[in-house]
């Protein structure tokens, strides 16, 4: 870079309480996508590769801090919170002298790399604004500007009069300036306004005053520059967001029945030929291969689905792998540790949990697989419970390949039960099975012949 500008350094404003929200939380850490909107804004920031990165954080912001751990942060506090004048004052004595400072606001959550870079490169001259028009009524501050187009100062909505509050550029709050003319202006704000707060919107008069440059540039989409400010303003993004990663996903490949009802809370990667129905929720870590097929209503979190597997509608996966042309579903619950190899069926009402289920075994119906180990072409039948936990300790069930273990049978671990064993339906099997044998603890059927069912007495007012 030419001039006196040598390296950038970026000042994130996260201090504001976000009294809109009426939340308890501060408003930073309220989450888009599942993670706070102060991480988004970092995740750009660093994407940036600047020299440092300074988080103006609030009193009693604690909080903050504690959510973003680690020594990449250089952390400011900005005791009161007196306007965002003062708060990026409070950063600068931490900035080097010959830095290019570009302020970025914590609760500006989906603004992007390109547009920043293109703001840091018309900023080595003087102040670069990033302005925008607003597609809906909004109370940002209006950019004013003079006959020729000049940039003249910037208003904010509390302090406007009419004529200003009907001007349709408006600024984002974002802006990149030598850290010197930062230094020189900041200073000399005053609190003599509608809100009584510090204004950093003001440096601009005094720069035009000084007869430095102003340059503008916009994003290419006004979303990328909204801010939050309420549970709707919120709500409103993360529709955005997920509409971007939806489209994202279909441009890759993804058939989505319904972009608008599709959430991804972390990362989806997604092979080809990928359906997804409506309403799924996608969270941390999820990967679904080539010609996976999601139903309905499905919550998958932290994941792997294997090629051509296909989850029925109302299943919820969490911290499992599922192996190639399973079928999951519908309403079958997956628990972390569970492993289903290829071919498996797990049906309906079942939860399995730590638990590795062989290649082509059967569950289908209302059972409850944990702490288990299930090899190949096993059919276990309705209702069967591993019975796992003694009140203290979780112990193991082991079943060899192709056994068939019969319906409403409780298999009490620790319990072996061999390949090829059949275990007889209604048995509680509390000793190891051996294997290829037919094991069944079941009491012995009779019939009382002659017996005849109880008789209610006559009444005789109904005859
Ligand atoms: C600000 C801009 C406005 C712009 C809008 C865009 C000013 C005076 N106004 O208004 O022109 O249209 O953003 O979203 O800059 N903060 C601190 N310390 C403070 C005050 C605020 O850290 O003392 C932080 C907040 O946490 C927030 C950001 O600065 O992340 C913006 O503050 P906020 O009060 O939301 O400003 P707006 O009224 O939205
Ligand atoms: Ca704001």
């Given at each position: 870079?030419?001039?006196?500008?040598?390296?950038?350094?970026?000042?994130?404003?996260?201090?504001?309480?976000?009294?809109?929200?009426?939340?308890?939380?501060?408003?930073?850490?309220?989450?888009?996508?599942?993670?706070?909107?102060?991480?988004?804004?970092?995740?750009?920031?660093?994407?940036?590769?600047?020299?440092?990165?300074?988080?103006?954080?609030?009193?009693?912001?604690?909080?903050?801090?504690?959510?973003?751990?680690?020594?990449?942060?250089?952390?400011?506090?900005?005791?009161?919170?007196?306007?965002?004048?003062?708060?990026?004052?409070?950063?600068?004595?931490?900035?080097?002298?010959?830095?290019?400072?570009?302020?970025?606001?914590?609760?500006?959550?989906?603004?992007?790399?390109?547009?920043?870079?293109?703001?840091?490169?018309?900023?080595?001259?003087?102040?670069?604004?990033?302005?925008?028009?607003?597609?809906?009524?909004?109370?940002?501050?209006?950019?004013?500007?003079?006959?020729?187009?000049?940039?003249?100062?910037?208003?904010?909505?509390?302090?406007?009069?009419?004529?200003?509050?009907?001007?349709?550029?408006?600024?984002?709050?974002?802006?990149?300036?030598?850290?010197?003319?930062?230094?020189?202006?900041?200073?000399?704000?005053?609190a003599a306004n509608a809100q009584g707060e510090?204004?950093?919107?003001?440096?601009?008069?005094?720069?035009?005053?000084?007869?430095?440059?102003?340059?503008?540039?916009?994003?290419?989409?006004?979303?990328?520059?909204?801010?939050?400010?309420?549970?709707?303003?919120?709500?409103?993004?993360?529709?955005?967001?997920?509409?971007?990663?939806?489209?994202?996903?279909?441009?890759?490949?993804?058939?989505?029945?319904?972009?608008?009802?599709?959430?991804?809370?972390?990362?989806?990667?997604?092979?080809?030929?990928?359906?997804?129905?409506?309403?799924?929720?996608?969270?941390?870590?999820?990967?679904?291969?080539?010609?996976?097929?999601?139903?309905?209503?499905?919550?998958?979190?932290?994941?792997?689905?294997?090629?051509?597997?296909?989850?029925?509608?109302h299943t919820v996966i969490d911290g499992a792998?599922?192996?190639?042309?399973?079928?999951?579903?519908?309403?079958?619950?997956?628990?972390?540790?569970?492993?289903?190899?290829?071919?498996?069926?797990?049906?309906?009402?079942?939860?399995?949990?730590?638990?590795?289920?062989?290649?082509?075994?059967?569950?289908?119906?209302?059972?409850?697989?944990?702490?288990?180990?299930?090899?190949?072409?096993?059919?276990?039948?309705?209702?069967?419970?591993?019975?796992?936990?003694?009140?203290?300790?979780?112990?193991?069930?082991?079943?060899?390949?192709?056994?068939?273990?019969?319906?409403?049978?409780?298999?009490?671990?620790?319990?072996?039960?061999?390949?090829?064993?059949?275990?007889?339906?209604?048995?509680?099997?509390?000793?190891?099975?051996?294997?290829?044998?037919?094991?069944l603890s079941r009491a012995v059927q009779k019939?009382?012949?002659?017996?005849?069912?109880?008789?209610?007495?006559?009444?005789?007012?109904?005859?």
């Amino acid at each position: 870079m030419q001039g006196p500008v040598s390296s950038l350094e970026i000042i994130i404003l996260a201090a504001g309480q976000g009294r809109r929200m009426a939340s308890a939380k501060p408003k930073v850490l309220h989450t888009l996508a599942g993670r706070p909107l102060l991480a988004h804004v970092l995740d750009t920031a660093m994407a940036l590769a600047p020299r440092a990165i300074h988080v103006v954080y609030g009193h009693g912001g604690e909080q903050v801090r504690e959510a973003f751990p680690g020594p990449a942060l250089n952390w400011v506090l900005q005791a009161e919170q007196r306007g965002t004048g003062d708060a990026v004052g409070c950063a600068l004595p931490r900035l080097a002298e010959d830095t290019l400072a570009l302020v970025l606001l914590g609760d500006v959550p989906l603004i992007t790399k390109d547009t920043l870079k293109t703001l840091c490169a018309r900023a080595a001259a003087g102040v670069a604004l990033l302005t925008f028009e607003a597609a809906h009524e909004n109370q940002y501050g209006r950019i004013v500007r003079d006959d020729e187009g000049r940039v003249m100062r910037i208003v904010e909505w509390r302090d406007a009069d009419r004529a200003q509050r009907a001007l349709r550029e408006v600024n984002s709050g974002v802006l990149a300036a030598p850290a010197a003319h930062l230094r020189r202006y900041i200073p000399r704000l005053s609190a003599a306004n509608a809100q009584g707060e510090i204004y950093l919107t003001d440096v601009i008069a005094l720069a035009v005053a000084d007869g430095l440059a102003v340059a503008t540039t916009s994003p290419r989409c006004a979303s990328e520059v909204e801010g939050v400010n309420s549970r709707a303003d919120l709500a409103a993004l993360e529709r955005v967001f997920q509409e971007q990663q939806a489209a994202a996903q279909m441009a890759a490949g993804v058939q989505l029945m319904d972009p608008r009802r599709f959430d991804v809370r972390g990362t989806l990667t997604a092979g080809r030929d990928v359906q997804i129905d409506v309403n799924c929720v996608f969270e941390g870590r999820v990967e679904l291969a080539d010609d996976v097929r999601i139903g309905a209503h499905c919550v998958i979190r932290d994941s792997r689905i294997a090629r051509g597997a296909r989850i029925e509608a109302h299943t919820v996966i969490d911290g499992a792998e599922v192996g190639p042309d399973c079928v999951v579903g519908p309403f079958a619950r997956l628990r972390p540790g569970t492993v289903l190899d290829g071919r498996a069926r797990v049906g309906n009402f079942v939860e399995i949990k730590a638990a590795r289920v062989g290649m082509g075994t059967k569950i289908n119906h209302l059972s409850y697989v944990g702490d288990a180990m299930i090899g190949q072409g096993v059919n276990i039948g309705a209702g069967v419970i591993t019975c796992n936990y003694d009140g203290a300790q979780k112990h193991r069930t082991v079943i060899g390949d192709r056994a068939f273990i019969g319906s409403d049978s409780q298999l009490v671990a620790p319990v072996e039960i061999g390949a090829d064993a059949t275990i007889g339906a209604g048995s509680t099997v509390t000793r190891d099975a051996p294997a290829g044998e037919l094991t069944l603890s079941r009491a012995v059927q009779k019939t009382v012949s002659g017996w005849r069912r109880p008789e209610k007495p006559a009444r005789p007012d109904k005859e």
